[in-house]
């Protein structure tokens, strides 16, 4: 799986590189901007998942007691916390960023990792 999320999110770069170069948000047209952020969303994912895993390796060496299940919780996680930078370029989009975007997308990132870690064992 590791491979896979690893090879998906290059190419989800690489498509995504590959649109910002070669077209225009007027040109590429509404499916084109959604497919730029679903693109955002997977190169997102695989950033995501690794931060996840290593912080989750390093908790690991220090407390061996929580080392259990770590791969399955860095995906979980890593799905979660993937979608706060686009929820907030998203934002960014339609109009200024202010702070109670910003607090209302950090209040959902807490809730989502809660439930992740309630329900991820």
Known sequence: MDKILLLWSVISLVCLLAMMFLTSPGAIGPLGILIFFGLLYFVFIGLAVFCCRLFFSVRGKINK??????????????????????????CRSFGGLTIVEIVSVAVLEIVLCFLVSRNAL
Do not use: D
Request: proline letters at 4%; glycine letters at 8%.
């Open 65 to 90: 007691a929580k080392a259990g299940n770590e791969r399955k919780k860095s995906y979980y996680y890593g799905i979660v916390l993937a979608l706060a930078p686009v929820i907030l370029l998203i």
